[in-house]
């Protein structure tokens, strides 16, 4: 995002309102409006309805209401149907404005069980308008049940390895503590480019639970959207709503190294009318691991209420806890200082503390308030307040000498976050003449504050700790009993943004436009602000500017070809860099800017049975605020001493494939593949023509679910798949190479009524791999094989 000058910002505000106020009127066409119900009178979402014989087409929205313009008087024949149930036809008439509403034959229920697949799927908490992902001019990637249950999955890396371009580069203590994502050459920023129904959470414990239906991937910048963010994508996790029917589900999951993982899911209605309906899910899993002295375990539990106040208002509430416990794994440092050096070490091998754990806990509550204003135009409040404490206590190393001797570090403390975020949206439609204008108009405001104890640094608690012959339990280590900071970092963030998506020809053509307007400030306030030192930074604004450019081509309905040109920014503050060696010689810091430019194809493909993404993209980051440690190659040789420098540009380019559906209706594929070159073009700190840390250069994934249709073997399933990730340097300065890896995944389900078991195995063929985040020198061992089975049943 490169600042706008003001008479730029005049001439992009002009066009973006122009479209709306330039329309001639078409008297001699029509409207056709109604509302599409399920066999127990519940609206029916998401489902496709179109004039037969023309191109004429839409689907419902949430609510179930469809609504089709331009059309020449006459009769015609309207058919309802989707994925997995008989279509429903009816004959209406077109005059000028004309009504048609439908009845299913599927209840509620029954439409629930109906898979919508590939581009045919809408997303609205993370792009806030509800449409076909074949609409939106950007590249979003959808993992939902279908791929959990098929995977057996229990945590985001096995997920998001199905996504192109998004890569797992490690974690912060190991095992269950929280984990890394490099999305096309970028890594993701902690504290902002993680969502929960598009509101913003701490990347500080494991994201995914039970209560999750789906996870999100909008690839790229966003901050038309989100206001600061990194440019690689966000990841938003959208939860499971309250359901108008009896449901209840309860699931065991044990498998290799001490996993026992019992879940429970329950919704249904509460009153007679049904207007007020709840969910719960809980979760509880504890696991030892194949890395010697490791074990974690963790709670989940999440209650949800939706009160439909009447037909047009609606209310949801949910709450989340999470806690976990998990120990502190360093990870392996290599008796030779070289990758090749691991070798010589157990992969197994623990280097670390059994007594130092990483721990975390979340409460959160959100709240969607949505009133439908009319047919075609709707207001929604979305609101959080969440509070987190994490307890990070663990040891970095240092480089083994020639007997393999470390020096081990620890650092400790506590700290707490606490979170607001207000939003309001304004979403409809309007025709004017020939153009639909699907427009989005909102504010959001967002502000957190965090206090940490003021912890004594990393302390030194022995130097004689051998790699080959580990002994623990006999350092002394400490607790961090320190006060609290007496300060506390804010940030506040205030939005304002406009879209207006111009559809013609049937929806043949579309043109996107979008603005948002960004107020941000972040310091430290202190208690007493005479306790503020003379030499500590001010408080840093901004007032960036996000921009957004779409268009879109759709020669056949199931086909669409488009580009986007959007931008975002991440603002930096001197606060971020306290204890940096030069932290007093920082002065301001402007905020890093990135652009990128996109373009690619969508296809709906066997009958809309498969969808398809064929992406290329071209990202530049410029004034980039970072770190570099005073000794590169063992950072704890200079006590971990570190400079913050800004400036420099960084470049990443590539080529994305994503496909997901039914091949045929027994055959269910997801695969991925990514070609994307991340480099170093200009930095003060680091050799230009360097790849990019945590980027690898390619990467693939294919999945392949099989319901054997034979009916003697009627429920049973076979799963497969090929998961490829090329080498990549964990820093920027290009070290050392972590080496590539593939894996295998199979799995075989059954079913049999309200009774479901599926056993899988991760990591078939044993292969032995490692990540590399933050030092040059030190790996995290990744999972060997596990065997992994569940047990469900509905009730």
Same mark, same amino acid.
């Given at each position: 995002?490169?600042?706008?000058?003001?008479?730029?910002?005049?001439?992009?505000?002009?066009?973006?309102?122009?479209?709306?106020?330039?329309?001639?009127?078409?008297?001699?066409?029509?409207v056709?409006?109604?509302t599409?119900r #399920?066999?127990?009178?519940?609206?029916?979402?998401?489902?496709?309805?179109?004039?037969?014989?023309?191109?004429?087409?839409?689907?419902?929205?949430?609510?179930?209401?469809?609504?089709?313009?331009?059309?020449?008087?006459g009769?015609?024949?309207?058919?309802v149907?989707?994925l997995?149930?008989?279509?429903?036809?009816q004959?209406?008439?077109?005059?000028?404005?004309?009504?048609?509403?439908?009845?299913?034959?599927?209840?509620?229920?029954?439409?629930?069980?109906?898979?919508?697949?590939?581009?045919?799927?809408?997303?609205?908490?993370?792009?806030?308008?509800?449409?076909?992902?074949i609409?939106?001019?950007?590249?979003?990637?959808v993992?939902g049940?279908?791929?959990?249950?098929?995977?057996?999955?229990?945590?985001?890396?096995t997920?998001?390895?199905?996504?192109?371009?998004?890569n797992?580069?490690?974690?912060?203590?190991?095992?269950?503590?929280?984990?890394f994502?490099?999305?096309?050459g970028?890594?993701?920023?902690?504290?902002?480019?993680?969502?929960?129904?598009?509101?913003?959470?701490?990347?500080?414990?494991?994201?995914?639970?039970?209560?999750?239906?789906?996870?999100?991937?909008?690839?790229g910048p966003?901050?038309?959207?989100?206001?600061?963010?990194?440019?690689g994508?966000?990841?938003?996790?959208?939860?499971?709503?309250?359901l108008?029917?009896?449901?209840?589900?309860?699931?065991? /999951?044990?498998?290799?190294?001490?996993?026992?993982? %019992?879940?429970?899911?329950?919704?249904?209605?509460?009153?007679?009318?049904?207007?007020?309906?709840?969910?719960?899910?809980?979760?509880?899993?504890?696991?030892?691991?194949?890395?010697?002295?490791?074990?974690?375990?963790?709670?989940?539990?999440?209650?949800?209420?939706?009160?439909?106040?009447?037909?047009?208002?609606?209310?949801?509430?949910?709450?989340?806890?999470?806690?976990?416990?998990?120990?502190?794994? %360093?990870?392996?440092?290599?008796?030779?200082?070289?990758?090749e050096?691991?070798?010589?070490?157990?992969?197994?091998?623990?280097?670390?503390? %059994?007594?130092?754990?990483?721990?975390?806990?979340?409460?959160?509550?959100?709240?969607?308030?949505?009133y439908?204003?009319?047919?075609?135009?709707?207001?929604?409040?979305?609101?959080?307040?969440?509070?987190?404490?994490?307890s990070?206590?663990?040891?970095s190393?240092?480089?083994?000498? *020639?007997?393999?001797?470390?020096?081990?570090?620890?650092?400790?403390?506590?700290?707490w976050?606490?979170?607001?975020?207000?939003?309001?949206?304004?979403?409809?439609?309007?025709?004017?003449?020939?153009v639909?204008?699907t427009?989005?108009?909102?504010?959001?405001?967002?502000?957190?504050?965090?206090?940490? #104890?003021?912890?004594?640094?990393?302390?030194?608690?022995?130097?004689?700790?051998?790699?080959f012959?580990?002994?623990?339990?006999?350092?002394?280590?400490?607790?961090?009993?320190?006060?609290?900071?007496?300060?506390?970092?804010?940030?506040?963030?205030?939005?304002?943004?406009?879209?207006?998506?111009?559809?013609?020809?049937?929806? /043949?053509?579309?043109v996107?436009?979008?603005?948002?307007?960004?107020?941000?400030?972040?310091?430290?306030?202190?208690?007493? %602000?005479?306790?503020?030192?003379?030499?500590?930074?001010?408080?840093?604004?901004?007032?960036?500017?996000?921009?957004?450019?779409?268009?879109?081509y759709?020669?056949?309905?199931?086909l669409?070809?488009?580009?986007?040109?959007?931008?975002?920014? *991440?603002?930096?503050?001197?606060?971020?860099?306290?204890?940096?060696?030069?932290?007093?010689?920082?002065g301001?810091?402007?905020?890093t800017?990135?652009?990128?430019?996109?373009?690619?194809?969508?296809?709906?493909?066997?009958?809309e049975?498969?969808?398809?993404?064929?992406?290329?993209?071209?990202?530049? /980051?410029?004034?980039? #605020?970072?770190?570099?440690?005073?000794?590169?190659?063992?950072?704890?040789?200079?006590?971990?001493?570190?400079?913050?420098?800004?400036?420099?540009?960084?470049?990443?380019?590539?080529?994305?494939?994503?496909?997901?559906g039914?091949?045929?209706?027994?055959?269910?594929?997801?695969?991925?593949?990514?070609?994307?070159?991340?480099?170093?073009?200009?930095d003060?700190?680091?050799?230009a023509?360097?790849?990019?840390?945590?980027?690898?250069?390619?990467?693939?994934?294919?999945?392949?679910?099989?319901?054997?249709?034979?009916?003697?073997?009627?429920?049973?399933?076979?799963?497969?798949g090929?998961?490829?990730?090329?080498?990549?340097y964990?820093?920027?300065?290009?070290?050392?190479?972590?080496?590539?890896?593939?894996?295998?995944?199979?799995?075989?389900?059954?079913?049999? /009524?309200?009774?479901?078991?599926r056993?899988?195995?991760?990591?078939?063929?044993?292969?032995?791999?490692?990540?590399?985040?933050?030092?040059?020198?030190?790996?995290?061992?990744?999972?060997?094989?596990?065997?992994?089975?569940?047990?469900?049943?509905?009730f």
């Open positions: 995002m490169r600042l706008l000058t003001a008479q730029r910002l005049v001439l992009f505000s002009l066009l973006l309102l122009l479209p709306t106020f330039l329309w001639a009127a078409d008297p001699g066409r029509g056709l409006s109604g599409v #399920t066999a127990d009178g519940q609206p029916a979402p998401f489902v496709s309805v179109a004039l037969k014989g023309t191109a004429v087409g839409t689907t419902t929205d949430e609510r179930g209401f469809y609504r089709l313009a331009g059309l020449a008087p009769t015609y024949t309207l058919v149907q989707g997995g149930y008989d279509a429903t036809e004959q209406v008439e077109i005059n000028d404005q004309a009504t048609a509403d439908v009845a299913l034959a599927q209840t509620t229920r029954e439409l629930s069980e109906v898979q919508v697949l590939g581009q045919k799927r809408r997303t609205a908490s993370a792009t806030r308008t509800v449409q076909e992902l609409d939106i001019p950007m590249s979003i990637q993992i049940q279908d791929v959990v249950q098929q995977q057996n999955a229990f945590d985001l890396a997920l998001t390895r199905n996504i192109s371009g998004v797992l580069t490690g974690t912060y203590a190991g095992q269950d503590s929280y984990q994502f490099n999305a096309r970028f890594n993701l920023n902690n504290s902002q480019n993680y969502r929960r129904n598009g509101l913003m959470v701490w990347n500080m414990g494991a994201h995914f639970n039970d209560n999750i239906e789906s996870v999100e991937f909008l690839k966003a901050a038309i959207l989100f206001g600061d963010v990194a440019p994508g966000v990841m938003n996790f959208v939860t499971k709503k309250p108008n029917y009896d449901y209840r589900r309860l699931e065991l /999951k044990v498998g290799e190294y001490g996993l026992v993982r %019992p879940t429970l899911d329950l919704s249904g209605p509460i009153n007679e009318k049904g207007s007020l309906l709840y969910r719960v899910n809980t979760t509880y899993q504890q696991s030892n691991s194949f890395r010697d002295q490791v074990r974690s375990n963790a709670v989940m539990f999440a209650p949800s209420l939706t009160w439909n106040v009447t037909p047009r208002l609606s209310w949801n509430v949910e709450y989340t806890l999470k806690k976990t416990e998990s120990s502190d794994d %360093p990870g392996l440092v290599s008796p030779t200082g070289t990758f050096g691991l070798r010589q070490l157990p992969h197994s091998r623990y280097l670390g503390e %059994p007594r130092m754990q990483y721990g975390f806990t979340d409460q959160a509550v959100y709240s969607t308030l949505t439908q204003l009319s047919d075609t135009w709707r207001v929604r409040n979305l609101s959080s307040y969440g509070y987190t404490t994490r990070p206590y663990g040891l190393l240092s480089q083994p000498d *020639e007997v393999g001797n470390i020096s081990r570090y620890e650092y400790n403390s506590n700290q976050f606490d979170t607001r975020t207000v939003a309001l949206d304004l979403t409809g439609t309007v025709q004017t003449g020939p639909k204008h427009l989005l108009f909102g504010a959001d405001y967002f502000d957190t504050n965090s206090r940490f #104890t003021e912890s004594a640094g990393y302390n030194l608690i022995d130097s004689t700790f051998n790699v012959n580990p002994r623990y339990n006999q350092a002394c280590i400490s607790f961090d009993n320190s006060t609290y900071s007496p300060f506390r970092f804010f940030y506040e963030r205030v939005g304002v943004y406009a879209q207006d998506q111009l559809s013609v020809l049937n929806d /043949k053509v579309q996107l436009l979008g603005l948002r307007l960004n107020r941000t400030r972040q310091g430290n306030k202190y208690d007493n %602000p005479a306790d503020r030192p003379t030499n500590v930074n001010p408080i840093a604004t901004a007032r960036p500017i996000s921009p957004r450019i779409g268009l879109v759709k020669p056949m309905p199931w669409s070809a488009f580009a986007s040109y959007t931008n975002s920014y *991440e603002v930096n503050a001197p606060a971020d860099y306290v204890g940096a060696v030069n932290e007093n010689a920082i301001n810091l402007e905020p800017v990135a652009t990128q430019y996109e373009a690619g194809v969508k296809a709906n493909l066997l009958r049975r498969l969808g398809a993404t064929l992406t290329a993209f071209h990202i530049e /980051k410029n004034n980039i #605020t970072g770190t570099y440690y005073e000794n590169r190659l063992d950072p704890a040789a200079a006590d971990f001493r570190y400079f913050v420098y800004s400036g420099g540009q960084h470049r990443s380019r590539g080529l994305e494939l994503d496909v997901n039914r091949v045929t209706p027994e055959l269910a594929l997801t695969a991925s593949a990514s070609l994307i070159d991340a480099r170093i073009v200009d003060p700190a680091y050799t023509g360097n790849r990019l840390a945590g980027a690898p250069r390619t990467g693939f994934s294919v999945w392949a679910d099989y319901q054997v249709p034979l009916r003697t073997l009627k429920g049973l399933t076979l799963g497969y090929v998961f490829n990730r090329a080498g990549y964990g820093t920027n300065e290009n070290l050392y190479r972590t080496r590539g890896y593939t894996t295998q995944d199979a799995a075989v389900g059954y079913a049999y /009524k309200q009774f479901s078991t056993l899988s195995v991760t990591n078939l063929t044993d292969r032995r791999y490692f990540l590399q985040n933050f030092s040059p020198t030190t790996w995290e061992p990744q999972w060997v094989r596990r065997a992994v089975l569940s047990l469900a049943v509905k």
